[in-house]
């Protein structure tokens, strides 16, 4: 149920994201899944590709300040109500979220899930549990 | 070791008798020697007759920076060019700069007083000096260079710049001591840690001279701690005679002034008034020795205290504290002084961020705005926003509870903000330019 992602620090400056993104693809890294949010100075962005220690070693190179964080990825299919049900899974056990982010490839009907929360082991168990289907890294 | 057992430890009596036969002596030297002097005493109705103890050292006119600017370069010589041995020139901040000239006796001091320093510090005649000082017209480097040779130690002169090469040869020469500005040691440290290298397996350096800028306590722990070496601080200025004014001992409870070549007063900047014993004020310094351009109550602009009781060391020299500002470089920030080595002191008490800072001052309307700039170097705060919103208040609140008002505080990417292997600057007051 673990993914790994990086979190990378990223100011709110002209080029940054470029740049950050430039690095990856010098480095011939695929990004898999990204996020980040509007803020004002500065933000954190997370990522997820298909060599995260390639990843992290490249961006301490040029100066990004990154971390390795351990995620819950979990699959949903693509039609209605599949996400509620396993949102309201979590809430009925009191899962505290702190952020999510999704990404489906096109013309899968999947969509791959990714949840930071508190206790990774007992959010791991519930959705295996609960048969949620994991969302495996390839 | 005390380089100079007599005049490091006089009795306080000892010492005053000397420093006013001194005094005087200077003074009717520069009044017959230097015409600038002659005339400007002449017209302030001061005569070199009217010192009869050393307070009478106040009736004399100060000296001031601008003063050696209009005459520069050599108006204020006291002997002939010919009889010069040494010019350097400090970095003027507009246009021409400072030129300071040393004679053949005077050479011998601003060595003398080096050695004293580099033995406050603590080094000794075995240890392998770097100095990473830029050598050329600066006087830090030579002077450190001369004053850790007098002391018997073998000096690499490394100069500034190309940090990846100084660190090599701080490792392959094992230097013990090192000696540059506080910001470059840090800059050292940086790229050392960036090659792979474990400081302290790797690396012979035991002691750190600093000087050259100021620092805060807690910039000279951060080096303590990066570099594992024992740091001190020492302080001179091209203007007097460079590096040799005064350093600190092991003790680190003030740098030792060489009271019997550098008679020290200290005045409010305003009032131009002594200020009273333990009082904070601007610090102006005589020449009582040098002969070829010696400075009268030179007005430094460096803001210290002064402390005459004698030190545990064993030396009886006044010890002034680490430079807390420049009576120039206080920011005045809606109506409240700042000094930037406050904000050096805040900011190096908290782990989470980067030694570097920058300082930037603008004003909107009526308004200032004082913008504080770390880079965040702690990647475990990335695991949320919230700690790195946590941290950004954390700077923000432990700014004000120093300085009294608000800061804008802003995280920035590591490595991001400007690096110095010189003197650092890391102000920028843009309403200067309104």
Redesign the interface.
């Known amino acids: 149920m673990k993914v790994e992602q990086i979190?990378?620090?990223?100011?709110n400056r002209k080029g940054?994201l470029c740049k950050f993104a430039q690095v990856l693809y010098d480095a011939n890294i695929n990004i898999k899944g990204m996020y980040i949010?509007d803020?004002t100075?500065?933000?954190?962005l997370r990522v997820i590709t298909n060599d995260n220690e390639k990843a992290v070693k490249v961006l301490k190179e040029n100066?990004?300040?990154?971390?390795v964080?351990e995620l819950i990825g979990f699959k949903v299919s693509d039609k209605p109500g599949e996400m509620h049900k396993v949102l309201k899974l979590l809430n009925d056990h009191n899962v505290d979220i702190?952020?999510l982010y999704s990404y489906s490839e096109i013309g899968s009907n999947q969509a791959a899930i990714l949840i930071?929360v508190e206790d990774n082991e007992f959010v791991s168990k519930l959705l295996i549990d609960n048969k949620v289907e994991p969302f495996i890294e390839k | 070791m005390i380089y100079d057992v007599k005049h490091e430890t006089m009795s306080r009596e000892e010492l005053e008798v000397l420093q006013l036969e001194r005094l005087k002596k200077i003074v009717h030297y520069v009044y017959e020697k230097v015409p600038f002097y002659k005339r400007k005493y002449d017209l302030a109705g001061f005569h070199p007759d009217m010192i009869k103890t050393l307070k009478d050292i106040q009736k004399i006119p100060f000296t001031e920076k601008s003063d050696l600017r209009d005459n520069y370069p050599y108006g204020l010589l006291a002997v002939p060019i010919s009889k010069l041995k040494r010019i350097h020139a400090s970095s003027g901040t507009s246009g021409k700069p400072t030129v300071v000239c040393y004679t053949e006796h005077d050479m011998e001091i601003w060595k003398d007083c080096c050695a004293r320093v580099c033995g406050q510090a603590g080094l000794e005649p075995d240890d392998i000096v770097q100095v990473c000082f830029g050598y050329g017209l600066f006087t830090g480097a030579l002077g450190m260079h001369q004053g850790a040779e007098r002391i018997g130690a073998a000096v690499i002169p490394a100069s500034a710049g190309n940090t990846e090469r100084q660190v090599m040869l701080l490792k392959d020469l094992k230097a013990t001591v090192l000696v540059s500005t506080p910001s470059y040691a840090l800059r050292i440290a940086e790229i050392a840690r960036k090659l792979g290298y474990d400081i302290k397996k790797d690396f012979s350096l035991r002691l750190g001279l600093f000087g050259s800028e100021s620092s805060s306590e807690e910039m000279h722990a951060e080096i303590a701690k990066q570099l594992n070496i024992f740091t001190t601080d020492n302080y001179g200025l091209s203007e007097v005679i460079g590096p040799g004014v005064s350093g600190e001992c092991y003790k680190k409870n003030g740098m030792h002034i060489n009271e019997d070549h550098f008679y020290p007063e200290l005045i409010n900047s305003d009032t131009l008034e002594p200020v009273k014993p333990g009082e904070i004020g601007e610090l102006v310094l005589t020449t009582l020795t040098k002969d070829g351009m010696p400075v009268i109550r030179y007005r430094t602009k460096d803001i210290c205290t002064l402390d005459y009781s004698p030190c545990e060391c064993g030396r009886t020299t006044v010890r002034m504290s680490k430079i807390l500002g420049r009576s120039d470089d206080m920011l005045i920030i809606r109506g409240v002084n700042v000094f930037p080595s406050q904000i050096e002191s805040v900011l190096m008490e908290i782990p989470e961020i980067g030694s570097q800072y920058e300082i930037i001052v603008t004003r909107e309307g009526n308004m200032d705005k004082l913008e504080v700039r770390v880079e965040?170097?702690d990647?475990?705060?990335?695991?949320?926003?919230k700690k790195?919103m946590d941290l950004h208040q954390k700077v923000q609140h432990n700014l004000r509870v120093i300085l009294q008002i608000d800061a804008l505080v802003?995280?920035?990417?590591?490595?991001?903000l400007k690096r110095f292997e010189g003197k650092a600057n890391r102000v920028t007051d843009l309403r200067k330019k309104n």
Do not use: H, Q
């Open positions: 979190a990378v620090f990223l100011e940054r949010a803020t100075d500065y933000g954190i100066g990004f300040n990154t971390t964080t702190s952020y930071k | 965040v170097a990647g475990s705060l990335l695991t949320d926003y790195l802003k995280l920035v990417e590591p490595l991001s």
